[in-house]
């Protein structure tokens, strides 16, 4: 596709935001959690306006690059004019998350096949895995309402999700939230993993679950893990796997 550049356009911050996202859509596709065009990842634009970026809707995530994002408004009205569509649908979910949370600078949600076999169990995430600790430290639920279209449904899921950084949409998928982009895709990469190591050990036999006092100190545990920079201990190496395979995100 020959999509003209943006970055004349906007600032060099909003920029720098729109080659993060489209890298993290890239990501989310190499590692085999897109559902076709059907998910979404959503980032806050800093500033007073309370603009967000968002995919163009019906591109591939391996298609997406920083200047085919889409700029919306909270109600998911476009700020920038643009050739591709949006799913006002799809943002509900998302702008609930962004207006009840001023730290989540990104929203990353997923429909993974091992993410929405844990979500339709009664028990949700259990405690046997060192993944699972991360996140059970921040674990929210909310219910299954049907397709998430209704702006009525946005109280309750914000109800729900408080100050979790891990949502479980029950027989939906995942969600996580993120200060920033780097943080969402590393908050996922453990939820994936947790989800998918649970359903592997539930076809192998008894469980063995974690001691739920190393349950309650794993936050300082991760902190640890990465140097306290989060996300961004590992983003600079995910950034250079993604320019190996394919540097078109950054146009």
Not at 121 to 129: D, E, F, T, Y
Not at 221 to 235: E, I
Request: proline share 4%.
């Amino acid at each position: 596709m020959n999509i003209p550049s943006l970055q004349n356009q906007v600032s060099p911050e909003e920029w720098q935001l729109r080659v993060d996202l489209a890298a993290c859509y890239r990501l989310v596709a190499a590692y085999g959690w897109s559902d076709l065009v059907f998910t979404h990842i959503s980032a806050r634009i800093p500033g007073p306006e309370h603009h967000f970026l968002i995919n163009p809707y019906g591109l591939m995530f391996d298609e997406i690059t920083a200047s085919s994002l889409v700029k919306v408004d909270e109600q998911c009205n476009k700020v920038i004019d643009s050739a591709f569509p949006v799913n006002p649908a799809g943002f509900v979910i998302h702008s609930a998350v962004h207006e009840a949370r001023i730290d989540a600078g990104c929203v990353l949600h997923t429909h993974t096949r091992a993410g929405v076999a844990v979500s339709a169990q009664a028990a949700g995430v259990l405690p046997i895995s060192q993944q699972s600790t991360f996140v059970l430290g921040s674990l929210a639920y909310h219910a299954y309402e049907g397709v998430a279209f209704r702006d009525d449904e946005k109280p309750r899921l914000q109800a729900d999700l408080g100050n979790a950084n891990f949502l479980i949409l029950r027989n939906h998928g995942l969600l996580v939230v993120g200060k920033t982009i780097a943080d969402a895709f590393l908050s996922m990469y453990t939820f994936e993993n947790t989800c998918r190591i649970q359903i592997d050990a539930q076809a192998g036999g008894t469980l063995t679950q974690v001691n739920p006092l190393i349950v309650k100190g794993v936050a300082e545990a991760m902190r640890v893990q990465t140097g306290g920079m989060g996300g961004a201990f590992v983003w600079p190496s995910l950034i250079r796997k993604l320019d190996r395979l394919d540097e078109s995100y950054k146009s």
